[in-house]
């Protein structure tokens, strides 16, 4: 079975600086996503930013970039120019491509950002 | 677009009593997803549906959770008698599917925060 790792349960960063969140995961697969979820205190989860497998290309979506090393199995979240509405959990998330589609998430990593 | 709604927001029961959710996905999404999510965890997948049929309810305790999806649109998450452990934020996400109308991407409701005492 997937799992996922994020072996940070908290982080802080101060506004306007720059903040890396680890994520590990373990599969056989060769096909598949990878997702990095907001979740602010409100509880609404929200896509950050996706990654195919099949991509070398790291996604980048504004001031949210990933470092995807598909030997490794690692994917970490590069957070630029941090905002305080940046302040959240953040879970990392696989999905099988072409399976039944679930996300499996690992436990988050909540970032606080001191103004 | 309207987004993926929930009700109630927020629960609170005895154990042992029953209680239910509801869920209205995103219009024209096929697939639905219903989520546990313990505090300090991340979501675990409890039941996934494609259309009105049931694709995965492997995690899914079946003793005392159930969950339909009658029309394949919206869908009801029922547990039946509730346990303390039960206690977590229970999300509904939907999906058009993978390689349909363009990348694949969850959308996820606000959660229905439930506590049993």
């Known amino acids: 079975a997937q799992t996922v790792t994020q072996s940070q349960p908290e982080m802080s960063v101060q506004e306007a600086e720059t903040v890396t969140l680890s994520c590990t995961y373990d599969?056989?697969?060769?096909?598949?996503?990878l997702f990095w979820y907001k979740q602010p205190p409100s509880r609404q989860m929200i896509l950050v930013i996706r990654q195919e497998a099949y991509k070398q290309q790291n996604a980048t979506e504004n001031r949210f970039s990933v470092n995807f090393q598909k030997a490794a199995k690692s994917f970490s979240l590069k957070i630029s120019d941090s905002q305080l509405g940046d302040a959240a959990m953040y879970f990392c998330?696989?999905?099988?491509?072409?399976?039944?589609?679930?996300?499996?998430f690992g436990k988050g990593t909540k970032l606080t950002v001191n103004p | 677009e309207a987004g993926v709604a929930q009700s109630p927001r927020y629960k609170i029961i005895e154990k042992r009593q029953s209680v239910a959710f509801w869920c209205n996905p995103i219009?024209?999404?096929?697939?639905l997803y219903w989520y546990q999510q313990i505090l300090g965890q991340g979501p675990k997948l409890l039941i996934q549906?494609?259309?009105?049929?049931?694709?995965?309810d492997s995690q899914l305790p079946k003793d005392r959770f159930s969950a339909e999806r009658l029309k394949g649109v919206d869908s009801t998450l029922k547990i039946q008698p509730a346990k303390l452990e039960d206690s977590a934020v229970y999300l509904c996400?939907?999906?058009f599917g993978q390689g349909l109308a363009g990348e694949f991407e969850q959308f996820f409701g606000p959660g229905t925060r439930l506590t049993v005492l």
């Open positions: 996400a939907s999906s």
């Open positions: 998330a696989y999905c099988d491509q072409g399976g039944s589609e679930k996300l499996v």
């Open positions: 549906f494609q259309n009105n049929g049931v694709v995965d």
């Open positions: 219009s024209g999404h096929a697939t």
């Open positions: 599969t056989s697969e060769s096909d598949y996503y």
